[in-house]
């Protein structure tokens, strides 16, 4: 199963959300890798690098090795294999945005509770439209990232359900602003791993609701 992580706009959590389901994975059982495609930045990569070798639930962490090379890189790790593979998206890039929609099996597309980034998502909506000229079927679901309860923040909560007509459902649950993404990041963790027990808990609930969408999916094909 490829699940990508993706949007054209950068600081909307990406990576933070693709740790989160990928360590929910393993815990599953699951072999799972992560593909970091940000070639520049490697913050997932780094993510790992600061992971205890022998932390209790493994992930592995591979670079895209280019564009054009993606295919192939799915390809090594399904061999290898990885049961679940996480494609943790880079912001800007819509040649590399293209090709994960057109891949992935599963299409997650997080979003902060801010007009501006509603906005910006119009251009991540064209890149998926036309991807589905070529793929007709593909799943995809938007989900509120770093939500706090503003006007702003409910503002952009009841606008996201407007881009079902577009095939792209909002997820039932949110992901809090909360400092535990960022405090057990810096150890290589996530917040599953975590002290914070609402965070845990509301990552919990977020990663069950995908995995049960990914069953019903599964079923249906």
Same mark, same amino acid.
């Given at each position: 199963?490829?699940?990508?992580?993706?949007?054209?706009?950068?600081?909307?959590?990406?990576?933070?959300?693709? #740790?989160? &389901?990928?360590? +929910?994975?393993?815990?599953?059982?699951? =072999?799972?890798? /992560?593909?970091?495609?940000?070639?520049?930045? @490697?913050?997932?990569?780094?993510?790992?690098?600061?992971?205890?070798?022998?932390?209790?639930?493994?992930?592995?962490?591979?670079?895209?090795?280019?564009?054009?090379?993606?295919?192939?890189?799915?390809?090594?790790?399904?061999?290898?294999?990885?049961?679940?593979?996480?494609?943790?998206?880079?912001?800007?890039?819509?040649?590399?945005?293209?090709?994960?929609?057109?891949?992935?099996?599963?299409?997650?597309?997080?979003?902060?509770?801010?007009?501006?980034?509603?906005?910006?998502?119009? #251009?991540? &909506?064209?890149? +998926?439209?036309?991807?589905?000229?070529? =793929?007709?079927? /593909?799943?995809?679901?938007?989900?509120?990232? @770093?939500?706090?309860?503003?006007?702003?923040?409910?503002?952009?909560?009841?606008?996201?359900?407007?881009?079902?007509?577009?095939?792209?459902?909002?997820?039932?649950?949110?992901?809090?602003?909360?400092?535990?993404?960022?405090?057990?990041?810096?150890?290589?963790?996530?917040?599953?791993?975590?002290?914070?027990?609402?965070?845990?808990?509301?990552?919990?609930?977020?990663?069950?609701?995908?995995?049960?969408?990914?069953?019903?999916?599964?079923?249906?094909?």
């Amino acid at each position: 199963m490829i699940i990508a992580v993706t949007n054209l706009k950068g600081g909307v959590g990406k990576s933070t959300l693709s #740790r989160n &389901l990928a360590v +929910y994975f393993a815990m599953q059982g699951e =072999k799972t890798c /992560i593909i970091d495609t940000d070639i520049e930045q @490697r913050t997932t990569c780094d993510w790992r690098t600061r992971r205890e070798a022998d932390a209790k639930i493994k992930v592995d962490v591979f670079p895209m090795s280019s564009t054009d090379g993606l295919v192939n890189d799915i390809k090594t790790h399904r061999n290898n294999g990885y049961r679940v593979i996480i494609i943790d998206g880079v912001p800007q890039l819509e040649k590399v945005t293209t090709k994960l929609i057109l891949l992935a099996n599963f299409l997650i597309i997080p979003i902060t509770p801010s007009i501006d980034d509603l906005k910006s998502f119009e #251009r991540f &909506l064209k890149r +998926y439209e036309d991807a589905k000229m070529v =793929k007709p079927e /593909i799943p995809a679901f938007l989900v509120l990232n @770093r939500y706090c309860r503003t006007s702003e923040g409910e503002e952009v909560k009841l606008a996201i359900a407007m881009f079902e007509e577009f095939g792209i459902s909002p997820l039932q649950n949110v992901i809090s602003e909360r400092v535990a993404h960022k405090r057990s990041s810096k150890y290589g963790l996530t917040a599953l791993e975590w002290e914070d027990a609402k965070a845990r808990e509301e990552v919990e609930t977020f990663c069950a609701e995908i995995e049960q969408k990914l069953i019903k999916k599964m079923k249906v094909a």
